[in-house]
């Protein structure tokens, strides 16, 4: 019996099913990825798959050729602070496959009169037992409870390690914490507090000279940014005393000011960059 392979075909199936994978990976991981590093990864990924499947040499390529190629996919996807965080991902993003290609593959037999009971449960099982293993993996470390330190003032906050936060403040060059207003305003001067309160804040120059004769002005820092679809911006900041996350402690961290809720469902109020804790 001769099976064609249609490369483009192989290819758009690769591409779909994997996309899908990335993006129930990092809900349930509660991770954070821009939609173009996601379709990037996917293709690439699916590419190279299916030029291993098509190529004359596939059979000298061994299952550790394939094992370095997921590795490099997950390091590229959720760029992972250590080797134990790499498994973390590694294991939720396999277990993810399975369940994904196991209703797949039931679909497929339902619709080819192949389907059987037994595959079904035994599927139906592994399902629900990956599901207990990835909702274990959830509760890891991506998030992290942090207090700020700011003028004799403290506050603690849930923070999410977002591998897609790269804002520096250009003059530093260091990573910059964006937590929202709501979170940080037990710790900002009352005349800052005021001008946000009355939504001013796109005002830099009232900003300025508002604290221009308060200590808090050394502290203030602008920082341009450019968010996922909107034109470039500048955002308030400051640099506080220190920020302690878990049982590390950072002497003079950039914090920016965010408007809006970071989180629809209220979990963190913070996005901290792999840099604080870090990663590259």
Not at 56 to 69: D, E, K, V
Not at 113 to 128: A, E
């Given at each position: 019996m001769t099976v064609n392979i249609y490369a483009d075909?192989?290819?758009f199936i690769n591409f779909s099913v994997n996309f899908l994978i990335i993006e129930l990976t990092k809900k349930i991981l509660a991770v954070r990825l821009s939609l173009a590093r996601e379709l990037f990864t996917a293709f690439c990924v699916s590419l190279a798959y299916t030029l291993i499947v098509i190529?004359?040499?596939?059979?000298?390529?061994?299952?550790?050729?394939?094992?370095?190629?997921?590795?490099?996919e997950l390091v590229f996807l959720f760029k992972p602070l250590d080797i134990w965080q790499l498994m973390r991902y590694t294991i939720a993003f396999k277990l993810v496959s399975f369940c994904v290609n196991a209703v797949i593959f039931l679909v497929l037999n339902y619709f080819t009169?192949?389907?059987?009971?037994?595959?079904?449960?035994?599927?139906?099982?592994?399902?629900?037992a990956s599901y207990i293993v990835l909702n274990i993996l959830k509760k890891g470390s991506s998030y992290h409870s942090i207090d700020i330190y700011c003028s004799n003032k403290i506050i603690n906050i849930n923070a999410l390690v977002d591998t897609g936060n790269l804002l520096i403040e250009p003059i530093s060059n260091k990573p910059v914490i964006v937590a929202e207003y709501s979170a940080l305003k037990a710790i900002l001067p009352s005349k800052l507090v005021e001008i946000y309160e009355n939504k001013r804040e796109s005002n830099l120059m009232e900003i300025v000279s508002a604290i221009s004769e308060d200590s808090f002005r050394k502290s203030l820092r602008i920082i341009p940014f450019r968010s996922v679809g909107n034109e470039k911006g500048m955002m308030i900041g400051f640099v506080a005393d220190s920020v302690k996350i878990d049982d590390k402690i950072i002497n003079k961290p950039i914090i920016g000011i965010c408007r809006f809720n970071l989180s629809k469902n209220g979990l963190y109020?913070?996005?901290i960059s792999p840099r604080h804790l870090g990663g590259i």
């Open positions: 075909e192989m290819l190529s004359p040499y596939r059979a000298a390529l061994n299952f550790m050729t394939m094992l370095a190629l997921s590795l490099c009169d192949k389907f059987s009971y037994i595959v079904l449960l035994i599927s139906f099982g592994i399902t629900y109020s913070a996005l």
